[in-house]
């Protein structure tokens, strides 16, 4: 079994920063892809960034430019560096862990509980 754990959430002024922090554990053989999902009150869950074993790395467009992610190999953990944050920003973000199908698609197969991030105009 697969577990994720994420750390970093709070409140946060627009225009300030926040890093979230996701580490797995587990019986995991393999990484293939590991990232950020949001999903704010009333909307859909949407992709945030995700990195492959590759090192590719995806960003939705609404946090380009303002978003980067990383991730230590080592300790299996991904860290995504929110700058300029915006209110739309303002969601629970998941942590998600798993495959490339083909291309830009993804079957997430594990999921945290989410952190709340919220950001206040």
């Known amino acids: 079994q697969v577990q994720l754990v994420e750390s970093g959430g709070g409140l946060v002024q627009a225009g300030g920063s926040l890093r979230l922090s996701c580490a797995a554990s587990?019986?995991?053989?393999?990484?293939?892809?590991m990232g950020w999902y949001r999903q704010a009150p009333g909307k859909q869950r949407e992709l945030v960034s995700i990195i492959t074993s590759g090192g590719s790395t995806k960003f939705a467009d609404a946090v380009k430019g303002r978003f980067t992610l990383s991730r230590e190999n080592a300790k299996n953990t991904v860290y995504l560096q929110m700058n300029n944050l915006k209110p739309e920003d303002t969601a629970v973000y998941y942590c998600?862990?798993?495959?490339?199908?083909?291309?830009?698609?993804?079957?997430?197969?594990?999921w945290g509980k989410g952190t709340l991030v919220t950001v206040s105009s």
């Open positions: 998600s862990l798993g495959v490339v199908i083909k291309g830009d698609i993804y079957r997430m197969d594990y």
């Open positions: 587990g019986t995991i053989f393999s990484i293939d892809a």
